[in-house]
């Protein structure tokens, strides 16, 4: 018995000496010391050891146990050592080496342009909303007074899914999914995207505006024009000067169209103003009692105003752009100039 417990003393000894992994090891810790190991199945027959070499016999596997079990541990704890050692030598950064220029993201110009727009709105207490892109007929256009078949439809151009359904092709219908939803007095800007079928150098298919809607007591049209001089003087600095024109739009009463200074010759004449030293920026007016009213607001104790500028061509003159389709197409070489 003494010779078989040095043998495997040794044996265990020789195998966990060949170890190269910590998994070859374990393996080797099972055959000797897991529950089917030679030395475990000694120890559990000591039964049949005849009494009287019983304990030396255990007290011989015992020490053989221990030596095993410590061997193992050692040639772990250097097995160990080794691989961190490796994966030190392997993964090792050497933090003087030049960089190879890691490529820096920015934000789209019509993005910065819209943050822009919304920090000055929100601190002015706009509440920012978004609403729906594909809209129905009654949003778009029926609810903003403008019925089916009437002429102020041909001034946007619009692209229906169904005879009901299109993409809107402003962002007032956010205008009447306010009215619905919340309680006066509101004050909210809304950006997006918005669709018209429309496809030249200076239009696309799809652009971006703002829609502001204020409804409060007592509000209108000098309200209207004070908040947007004080807008477009955060927008493009203290120098612009704003031009205010009649227009019609059916959902407000009076409408208004508002130039500024022409941002690409600072109000001098260019080409793109005409030679005015202005350029046409937002639609606006008073809110139309009969909208109000179609969507459940008393016209009699509130009014409200409304704005709604196209963004697209403010980004394309202060950057430079030459053409709209820029804007949209995702091409890396435009997108690095505009950082
Ligand atoms: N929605 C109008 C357009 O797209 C602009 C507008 C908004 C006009 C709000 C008046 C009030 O032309």
Known sequence: MKEKLEQILKDAQGEIEK????????????????????????????KEVPPEERK????????????????IAKKGEKLNETALKLAMEKEKIDITMPSKGE?????????????????????????????????????????????????????????????????????????VHAMEELKPPFKIVCPGRVYRNDDDSSHSPIFNQFEALVVDENVGLKDLMKMIDVILKKLFG?????????AYFPFTEPSIEIDATCQM????????????????????????PKVLEMSGIDSKKYSGFAFGPGIDRSVMVTNKIPNIKYLFRNDMRFLKQMR
Do not use: W
């Open 103 to 175: 490529k820096r993201g920015a934000l789209h110009p019509l993005t910065r342009f819209n943050n822009k727009f919304m920090d000055i709105c929100v601190a002015m207490g706009f509440t920012v909303i978004q609403g729906p892109e594909i809209d129905t007929d009654y949003y778009n256009f029926e609810a903003l007074n403008v019925p089916k078949n009437h002429p102020a439809r041909d001034m946007q151009d619009s692209l229906y899914i169904t005879d009901n359904i299109l993409l809107r092709t402003q962002t007032s219908n956010m205008q």
């Open 56 to 71: 030396t016999v255990g007290m011989l596997a015992n020490g053989v146990r221990e030596k095993v079990e410590e061997a």
């Open 265 to 288: 010759c600072q109000g001098k004449g260019c080409s793109l103003c005409k030679g005015t030293g202005f350029s046409e920026v937002f639609g606006a007016g008073v809110v139309n």
């Open 19 to 46: 170890c190269d992994d910590v998994k070859m090891l374990d393996e080797v810790r099972v055959k000797f010391l897991g529950k089917q190991g030679e030395l475990t199945s000694i120890l559990r027959n000591m």
């Open 238 to 246: 203290e120098n612009v000067k704003m031009r205010v024109r009649p």
